[in-house]
């Protein structure tokens, strides 16, 4: 399996980007994709979690109301639709897939198993 993201770019406060994730191989139902981000600085951090078996979703507190992921089957794409950009969203975004996740989340790093490369989101004060 192979992640792909793409979609990053420079945005003011206020506006709007979409992240994709293209998945090359198949995504069982037992998957769960996430979206992570890594700051100047800081630790990567977990951000939204999409899992495959049911559709549902979890986020961070910071982005909750903000960003949605969300997946297109036919295209085996997962998105991060990324609303109401603050200058903290500033990071490398990327993606990643945990093979095996019925149940439960996966919001830390360690819990997956394939990464995407990584695309810059710049937010404009």
């Known amino acids: 399996v192979q992640l792909q993201a793409f979609g990053g770019g420079l945005v003011q406060a206020g506006g709007s980007l979409r992240l994709s994730c293209a998945v090359s191989?198949?995504?069982?139902?037992?998957?769960?994709m996430g979206w992570f981000r890594q700051a100047p600085g800081k630790e990567r951090e977990f951000v939204a979690a999409?899992?495959?078996?049911?559709?549902?979703?979890s986020s961070a507190d910071s982005v909750k109301g903000r960003f949605t992921i969300s997946r297109d089957n036919a295209k085996n794409t997962v998105y991060l639709q990324m609303n109401s950009l603050k200058p903290e969203d500033t990071a490398v975004y990327y993606c990643?897939?945990?093979?095996?996740?019925?149940?439960?989340?996966?919001?830390?790093?360690?819990?997956?198993?394939?990464w995407g490369q990584g695309t810059k989101v710049t937010v404009s004060s």
């Open positions: 990643a897939a945990d093979r095996f996740r019925p149940t439960g989340w996966a919001q830390m790093q360690y819990e997956y198993d394939y």
């Open positions: 191989g198949r995504i069982s139902s037992n998957y769960c």
């Open positions: 999409l899992r495959w078996s049911d559709n549902t979703t």
